[in-house]
């Protein structure tokens, strides 16, 4: 087994994924590698680690704490070797941001999607690079077709779109550091985060948040018509998690790693031909497409 492969590893778990990461650390530890996952709690923490092998060490972490971050930190490094490094930090925790229109959002709205999505990921990032830079390892990033396309509520395209834009100016910072910057953008999979129940419920809190003549200014955004546009876009969700998983590990173990990977029929064709039309075609497309699922 390769070198890289018998180096330590640090992976940033969310407890909102669902079997894909644990497949993913699995597959890890069949690898060789040392596994460390995080979770946000003790309990779920607790029960991924009695899933697991021996190679997998769980810990609890919270991303919007920084306390929290450098507690993981130095817990890992205790674990370490003298003068070992990580060979990888997977940041993969993410939230639900508030569904709705960008005026129905609150501040408080954009601020918890961000402090997760975006700002946690950073700290993680900032935290731990020093050991990633150590063992000469990588940065792998998840990020999301919202990070290339806004074809969802804004809270959670704006937080991806800064996740991109973080790890275009890390990936050149630390070119000559010896470290690589990974980005994973998945398009729409089946996953606990995006249940239709969930999105639903996200929209409804939204819809009933905001006065009504603000409202009356959205007539696609009815509780009627968004029902039915969950209800579509989950239909058409993808089930092949292992998709992601495959990316997952391929970031992790290829001596040169794609530096984007699109995960997904649906971002690989369709939505990748999107971004790069014109701008004011792409807009008359998506609002169109938007009419017709909500009828």
């Not at 640090?10 to 079997?19: F, K, L, N, R």
């Not at 995080?38 to 972490?61: G, H, P």
């Not at 704490?65 to 003068?83: C, N, P, T, Y």
Request: a neutral charge; proline letters at 4%.
């Amino acid at each position: 087994m390769s070198s890289s492969l018998s180096s330590s590893m640090s992976i940033q778990v969310s407890i909102t994924t669902i079997e894909d990461t644990h497949v993913f650390i699995l597959l890890l530890a069949v690898l060789g590698f040392r596994v460390f996952a995080t979770c946000l709690t003790s309990q779920a923490a607790e029960k991924l680690q009695a899933e697991t092998s021996s190679r997998v060490t769980t810990l609890v972490l919270d991303v919007t704490d920084e306390k929290s971050i450098s507690a993981a930190r130095d817990f890992v490094a205790a674990r370490l070797q003298e003068g070992q490094g990580l060979w990888g930090v997977v940041n993969n925790a993410g939230i639900l941001g508030p569904a709705g229109p960008s005026e129905w959002v609150s501040h408080d709205g954009y601020q918890t999607c961000l402090a997760v999505n975006l700002l946690g990921l950073i700290d993680v990032t900032r935290t731990f690079l020093p050991l990633v830079r150590r063992a000469r390892g990588r940065v792998v990033n998840i990020s999301s077709l919202l990070g290339r396309i806004a074809v969802a509520h804004s809270p959670n395209c704006v937080s991806y779109y800064g996740v991109e834009a973080f790890s275009d100016c890390l990936r050149r910072e630390v070119y000559r550091q010896g470290v690589l910057v990974c980005i994973i953008e998945p398009g729409a999979f089946k996953t606990d985060m995006f249940r239709q129940d969930s999105l639903f419920k996200s929209f409804k809190m939204s819809y009933d948040a905001t006065p009504a003549d603000i409202r009356q200014h959205y007539p696609e955004s009815t509780v009627e018509a968004v029902d039915k546009k969950i209800t579509r876009a989950s239909a058409i969700s993808s089930p092949k998690l292992h998709l992601v998983v495959d990316a997952y590990v391929l970031a992790l173990t290829s001596r040169f790693p794609p530096t984007r990977q699109l995960v997904g029929s649906d971002v690989r064709l369709f939505y990748r031909l999107l971004w790069n039309l014109p701008t004011p075609l792409t807009d008359w497309i998506l609002v169109k497409l938007g009419e017709s699922a909500a009828h």
